[in-house]
């Protein structure tokens, strides 16, 4: 057997596109809004970006139709981590390309952002094309996290695009990579290029997002695969009367999955990163909070329960936040001295005359193994890597301490066992959802839209996402218009914003309103694996942050 | 909201019974074949089951029927760890007393066999059996681990039997809860009691079956929700071209599970503990044989794999179950000064004038962490708790410093990073396949029919599982038939002997046949999230195991 029977039957699947897409190629017209600005520091971002600053929004609708039949030669690129319906861009794109004229051809670079500086390419055929629609993974074309950021690396790009003859490279990517396809659209432009660049929006994280970008693709997919675990969990400590099960999810900084997987599976307990800074919440804090849960839930004769954790929070937690910073400089100073101490009692007696006294504190507070791995494995750049920090166990450890010294003073007689779980690479390649393939094969199709049109320095926009595809809106927004500039590892640059979830915003005040019930009560919800057949309320549904921020 | 979306889809899927348990209720015949006999110890289980050996096998057949129709009061239990599907297996059972007498009533005792003991009952309404229908968990009734073991706990048993009026117990559980269930229905028969005792074949783990009972239900669910979160991370690493997953997954002794996530995953490496047994294959080998992989695969370009690992392997491994057995005896017998002891130097000292050189040596070769596990977290009994052994990174900690080793040699020049997983609760309370969603109604209704005609001491079974529901073959094997006699925990019991991966077997000999190219290439399958709608090839498949052992 060389393929799955799902992947097989998923061939067979039709992406929707929005009805402003889906005619004849000759209906497609392209409306121009008025000129745009970016989100703050207009004028360092209008002498960074001379050519490409301050371009109109653009909007496709069903009309007469603009002439954009020509033969085209573009070149694709997969930039960074997995998302599921990442082949599906690539797919809408391909199709939207052939259609209008079946000369065209589509590259695939390979391994990423190095494939374009390296001259790294696979003509994509329809064969390629076929195998792969429906699919999750990144593997039609591989992958990478090379930035182009040296001034060789942006004239390497630029000989690729002129060998190859290119009209227009898209850049499938997360924030970082779609500022880097606005770098390079101004680049090629100023350089006398004449190839465009336009971005896509990719990243399960859910934190590409604005007011044109309702959401990133494969964020979907990524908390469906999540929840359907959560839930098989909620399911399981209601069965056996045990076990709390204390969850870490990926997403890094932001807790978008965390608070998505909430809303699909009612946990006791979902730690917020975001609210963990805004209220400046210690450690202590957050361990009341859990342990308020296990008391209260014990009294009712329930000791187990469901905490969500999202992935970056360690760093929102003020006292650790400075711990690490603190760490990673006295360590990065005497870096070699440091080296040769190799056990933790005489690592703490390293840092006790180096760190203040405040954060030597907390270290001791850390169970051990957690403490050993703020001191281990450091990054290239000599930091802390947090996403190595088992949160997840930190929080059991911690709260297992706070149990005990309650059950000496009698307020608390439970009983608390637990098993700790990361989900994160399950959920990046999972075959994308109806949702995510139709939504990537309109950002695809999009994309190639806007290069036949003689756009640059734009992502694909595919919006009104919790209507019918058919009604979607599609278009694009010039990429400078999302940008501002912010001081990242020592340099200031343009970026585009990264999302947090929005305290003010109604996906969180949704949570808060129910999240004392769910932390008392057994509310579990079991939704189960995603579904590509069967009902359309199973199967074509939007997330329900997605439906909280646009349902009126 | 208070139900997913796809929990309400599947209240209505109404479950496939085999034709000789479909039409109606007059028409169903119970054939009786010739008497039976123990798999071994005639004379022994003979003298213990001294009312219930050697009953004949039961078939139902179509045809002209016996009077099963009269008015019953039947007890359900569901017993040990969760299995997708037993809710489905009551819903047969109330079905089918319900077809046949609607003033049958159904009790369902609570929290396990204690609910029997304790008399802790409520009785099934519709109501509560629909609100369960085609669900995961064991939540309807809960579930427990408690056994039926003490001269007290039988009459007790007896005592609520009597009390409630009951025809019939039936118990679904695994190969103990099995046994128990015979040694119920023995004790009731030679007590004067009329109540019938009726097992069903549950677990996960697969570990139950023979030549009368191909499956037991929730294997078949619980494989295929591991085999799409493998098959997911096959793609994220075939996608990133980075990490070696090394990958635990719960079955206990068996490595069933294990072998069908390999048969729909097709990973580089999958670890058989009966085969490492059976060819006394020290920790050293395995290690060469993971390595053997990783070395090729990266002279290919590919650094990148996945590793498949039973739960249960450590106790396979000669030299590390020789090292578990005496580090039980020694501190065991030395419990108190072991215990004033903290730290890994110190215990290793204690042990080096306790436990053979050999053993010792096996200790220092084991990363440190790993080596801790060992010496902690004993079990109620003194024992090592083998299930809290991180065998993951155990093989991970020794195949790192062999490439570390084989690196200086010049042997080796990949890069090699990796992640580990353990797959257990994820999958225990999954929403039942079609397939167990069937198996488990028919499994119930069988139940009913053997309880209708005056059976004891049988287990419910449902065959031919590969052809379609309604060729399934449905009756009751006698469950002395499926018995011998084991030391187990220091005494000699009659159990149902748990059936481990047979190496003569057709699964085994066909994953033997694929491996090295399966080492070597990158052959993964992506099986995806389980499909309960769409085409029969992706949502009606048995597992790949099952049509290994029958097709013909």
Same mark, same amino acid.
Request: charged letters at 20%; glycine letters at 8%; proline letters at 4%.
């Given at each position: 057997m060389s393929i799955s029977a799902l992947q097989n039957a998923r061939y067979t699947y039709k992406p929707k596109l929005p009805d402003c897409l889906s005619g004849s190629i000759e209906d497609i017209t392209v409306e121009s809004g008025a000129p745009t600005e970016s989100i703050s520091d207009f004028e360092q971002l209008r002498s960074i970006f001379k050519t490409t600053y301050g371009k109109p929004l653009i909007t496709f609708v069903k009309g007469k139709g603009s002439n954009i039949k020509h033969e085209l030669k573009v070149g694709v690129i997969l930039s960074g981590g997995q998302a599921p319906g990442g082949h599906n861009v690539i797919a809408g794109l391909f199709d939207g390309l052939k259609k209008a004229n079946p000369n065209s051809v589509l590259y695939g670079f390979n391994?990423?952002?190095?494939?374009?500086?390296?001259?790294?390419?696979?003509?994509?055929?329809q064969e390629i094309i076929d195998e792969y629609r429906n699919t999750g993974g990144f593997d039609m074309i591989g992958s990478g996290r090379t930035k182009i950021e040296t001034a060789e690396q942006f004239a390497s790009s630029l000989q690729t695009a002129k060998k190859l003859g290119l009209n227009a490279v898209v850049i499938i990517g997360g924030d970082d990579s779609n500022t880097n396809a606005a770098l390079l659209a101004e680049y090629f432009l100023a350089n006398g290029s004449t190839t465009q660049v336009i971005g896509c929006p990719k990243t399960i994280d859910g934190d590409l997002k604005n007011d044109y970008i309702e959401t990133s693709f494969g964020f979907d997919t990524a908390c469906k695969t999540y929840s359907e675990l959560i839930g098989n969990l909620c399911r399981d400590a209601n069965s056996s009367k045990k076990y709390w099960h204390f969850i870490k999810l990926m997403g890094r900084a932001a807790s978008h999955i965390a608070l998505e997987c909430a809303f699909q599976t009612q946990p006791n307990i979902c730690l917020i990163s975001e609210e963990v800074e805004a209220k400046r919440m210690s450690l202590e804090k +957050? /361990?009341?909070?859990?342990?308020?849960?296990? /008391?209260?839930?014990?009294?009712?004769?329930?000791d187990f329960g469901i905490v969500l954790i999202p992935e970056g929070l360690v760093e929102f937690i003020p006292e650790i936040k400075k711990l690490i910073d603190e760490l990673n400089d006295v360590i990065a100073e005497e870096e070699k001295s440091f080296a040769t101490i190799t056990n933790l009692i005489d690592q703490m007696y390293w840092l006790s005359s180096r760190i203040p006294e405040s954060s030597y504190r907390v270290m001791q507070t850390l169970p051990p193994d957690i403490a #050993?791995?703020?001191?281990?494995?450091?990054?290239?750049?000599?930091? /802390?890597? /947090?996403?190595? +920090?088992?949160?997840?166990?930190?929080?059991?450890?911690?709260?297992?301490?706070?149990?005990? @010294?309650? #059950?000496? #003073?009698?307020?608390?007689?439970? #009983?608390?066992?637990?098993?700790?779980?990361?989900?994160?690479?399950?959920?990046?390649?999972?075959?994308?959802?109806?949702?995510?393939?139709?939504?990537?094969?309109?950002?695809?199709?999009? @994309?190639?839209?806007?290069?036949?049109?003689?756009?640059?320095?734009? +992502?694909?926009?595919?919006?009104? *996402?919790?209507?019918? @595809?058919?009604?979607? *809106? @599609?278009?694009?927004?010039?990429?400078?218009?999302m940008m501002n500039l912010e001081h990242r590892h020592g340099s200031t640059k343009p970026v585009i914003k990264k999302a947090l979830v929005d305290l003010n915003g109604n996906p969180y005040k949704t949570f808060v309103k129910n999240r004392e019930t769910w932390a008392e009560k057994t509310c579990f919800l079991f939704p189960g694996a995603i579904q590509y057949y069967g009902p359309a309320e199973v199967c074509d549904q939007p997330t329900i942050t997605l439906k909280l921020e646009y349902e009126k």
């Amino acid at each position: 057997m060389s393929i799955s029977a799902l992947q097989n039957a998923r061939y067979t699947y039709k992406p929707k596109l929005p009805d402003c897409l889906s005619g004849s190629i000759e209906d497609i017209t392209v409306e121009s809004g008025a000129p745009t600005e970016s989100i703050s520091d207009f004028e360092q971002l209008r002498s960074i970006f001379k050519t490409t600053y301050g371009k109109p929004l653009i909007t496709f609708v069903k009309g007469k139709g603009s002439n954009i039949k020509h033969e085209l030669k573009v070149g694709v690129i997969l930039s960074g981590g997995q998302a599921p319906g990442g082949h599906n861009v690539i797919a809408g794109l391909f199709d939207g390309l052939k259609k209008a004229n079946p000369n065209s051809v589509l590259y695939g670079f390979n391994g990423g952002p190095s494939g374009l500086i390296n001259n790294k390419t696979v003509i994509l055929t329809q064969e390629i094309i076929d195998e792969y629609r429906n699919t999750g993974g990144f593997d039609m074309i591989g992958s990478g996290r090379t930035k182009i950021e040296t001034a060789e690396q942006f004239a390497s790009s630029l000989q690729t695009a002129k060998k190859l003859g290119l009209n227009a490279v898209v850049i499938i990517g997360g924030d970082d990579s779609n500022t880097n396809a606005a770098l390079l659209a101004e680049y090629f432009l100023a350089n006398g290029s004449t190839t465009q660049v336009i971005g896509c929006p990719k990243t399960i994280d859910g934190d590409l997002k604005n007011d044109y970008i309702e959401t990133s693709f494969g964020f979907d997919t990524a908390c469906k695969t999540y929840s359907e675990l959560i839930g098989n969990l909620c399911r399981d400590a209601n069965s056996s009367k045990k076990y709390w099960h204390f969850i870490k999810l990926m997403g890094r900084a932001a807790s978008h999955i965390a608070l998505e997987c909430a809303f699909q599976t009612q946990p006791n307990i979902c730690l917020i990163s975001e609210e963990v800074e805004a209220k400046r919440m210690s450690l202590e804090k +957050i /361990v009341d909070q859990i342990c308020a849960s296990i /008391v209260k839930r014990s009294e009712n004769g329930d000791d187990f329960g469901i905490v969500l954790i999202p992935e970056g929070l360690v760093e929102f937690i003020p006292e650790i936040k400075k711990l690490i910073d603190e760490l990673n400089d006295v360590i990065a100073e005497e870096e070699k001295s440091f080296a040769t101490i190799t056990n933790l009692i005489d690592q703490m007696y390293w840092l006790s005359s180096r760190i203040p006294e405040s954060s030597y504190r907390v270290m001791q507070t850390l169970p051990p193994d957690i403490a #050993k791995q703020f001191l281990m494995d450091r990054d290239p750049h000599g930091n /802390v890597q /947090v996403s190595r +920090i088992e949160t997840e166990k930190l929080l059991v450890g911690m709260v297992e301490k706070r149990l005990a @010294a309650m #059950k000496e #003073k009698q307020l608390y007689s439970g #009983k608390f066992t637990y098993q700790t779980h990361f989900f994160g690479y399950e959920g990046r390649c999972a075959f994308p959802t109806n949702f995510d393939a139709d939504y990537c094969y309109s950002l695809g199709f999009s @994309a190639f839209v806007l290069i036949a049109s003689g756009l640059t320095g734009y +992502i694909s926009s595919v919006r009104n *996402l919790i209507a019918p @595809a058919s009604e979607w *809106l @599609a278009g694009g927004v010039p990429l400078t218009m999302m940008m501002n500039l912010e001081h990242r590892h020592g340099s200031t640059k343009p970026v585009i914003k990264k999302a947090l979830v929005d305290l003010n915003g109604n996906p969180y005040k949704t949570f808060v309103k129910n999240r004392e019930t769910w932390a008392e009560k057994t509310c579990f919800l079991f939704p189960g694996a995603i579904q590509y057949y069967g009902p359309a309320e199973v199967c074509d549904q939007p997330t329900i942050t997605l439906k909280l921020e646009y349902e009126k």
